[in-house]
């Protein structure tokens, strides 16, 4: 059991605490000569996930500047150990007393489970430790096919849910808002739902969905390592998540059998594709996009430690990139495990 690393062929180790000197990934597994530039590749999705990006998030200030320190010469992979650090310069420890445990948080659970905790903001059960996912994400969608697309958003805050989304988004059309919901009149309403929680010092849960185009058919196993029990687990493994659905789930086990199995029947490429699949089918990729939905409660810091921190209302927004790279490193895994899969005849 290697409790801080995630992932089969290619792995992704995690470090650091949240108020300690700086947080890390080790990135193994990974093949050389993969061209890579921290400013395109890297920093930018680090960028989006850093605090202080709005007044709807903490106000905590990082750079999130990242330090590739070892695996990769002269601009591409060596075939070693990719290691990256980014060194935490905004702390502020005296805002936490090491003897008040918030309810829902690791706070008490961590205590009972070590005997010791780092109280500062959470140590390494601080929402922080999912900068070292988005390195190891970023990493995974170089991997990946170049039309490859992997992008989330906000779906719902509070009772506010997006309805107007349209079939086709980037990752610039889902970060023109702070919120990344796409739905601009409901971005507008979670704006002063987060504000006001900011002023009360409440926090609020929401939705974050998943699409992941151009990924071809054929990736995941039928049994033990399902494409989608591999991503459910990588999600449920991000704090504050409560659940995972393949599309909308709740309707989808109200519907009826004869509506929703509608597969195109006949022959060809099409044939046996079940549109209502979400992307996959009997644990693996039929080639259409992939669609999930993760659940995440209100953040557990709330009362008079949220209106005296720096804490965010709602996790939901900034954890869009780290569920965008969790899926990436489970999709990069089962792309470099194809080669496994069939045995090809020279």
């Known amino acids: 059991m290697r409790p801080n690393t995630f992932g089969h062929l ?104 070590y005997g010791h905790r780092d109280y500062r903001g959470g140590g390494r059960a ?3 430790e999912t900068l070292c996912r988005v390195i190891g994400g970023s990493f995974a969608r170089l991997l990946l096919p170049k039309e490859a697309s992997i992008v989330a958003f906000t779906r719902q805050i509070g009772e506010h849910e997006a309805r107007e989304v349209p079939d086709s988004l980037t990752i610039a059309d889902v970060d023109r808002h702070p919120t990344r919901c796409p739905d ?7 704006t002063a739902v987060l504000k006001n929680c900011k002023k ?4 609020r849960g929401g939705v974050i969905e998943l699409w992941v185009d151009n990924i071809p058919a054929g990736l995941g196993n039928p049994v033990f390592a399902k494409m989608k ?56 990729t039929n080639g259409r996009r992939i669609c999930l939905r993760v659940y995440f409660k209100p953040a557990s810091t709330v009362g008079s430690m949220a209106k005296k921190g720096r804490h965010d209302p709602c996790i939901v927004p900034r954890a869009v990139p780290v569920i965008e790279a969790m899926a990436a490193l489970v999709l990069a895994d089962h792309w470099l495990a194809r080669r496994l899969d069939r045995h090809i005849e020279s």
């Open 10 to 113: 290619l792995s992704l180790t995690t470090f650091g605490e949240s108020h300690g000197p700086a947080m890390g990934a080790v990135i193994d597994g990974f093949p050389a000569g993969v061209s890579v530039d921290v400013a395109r590749d890297l920093q930018p999705h680090l960028d989006r996930r850093r605090p202080g990006q709005s007044s709807l998030t903490t106000s905590r200030s990082e750079g999130d500047e990242a330090n590739i320190l070892s695996g990769v010469f002269e601009g591409k992979t060596i075939g070693s150990p990719i290691a990256v650090l980014v060194w935490n310069k905004n702390a502020r420890s005296e805002d936490y007393d090491p003897n008040y445990y918030r309810a829902g948080h690791a706070d008490r659970t961590w205590e009972e489970k």
């Open 126 to 128: 601080s929402g922080r």
């Open 184 to 190: 601009p009149a409901v971005a507008r309403e979670i």
């Open 200 to 203: 009360e010092g409440d926090s």
């Open 229 to 284: 029990n591999r991503l459910a687990s990588a999600f449920m493994s991000v704090g504050a998540v409560v659940g995972v659905g393949l599309g909308d789930a709740p309707a989808a086990s109200e519907a009826r059998g004869q509506k929703f199995h509608t597969g195109i029947a006949g022959s060809g490429d099409d044939a046996g594709i079940s549109p209502a699949s979400q992307g996959i089918q009997g644990g693996i």
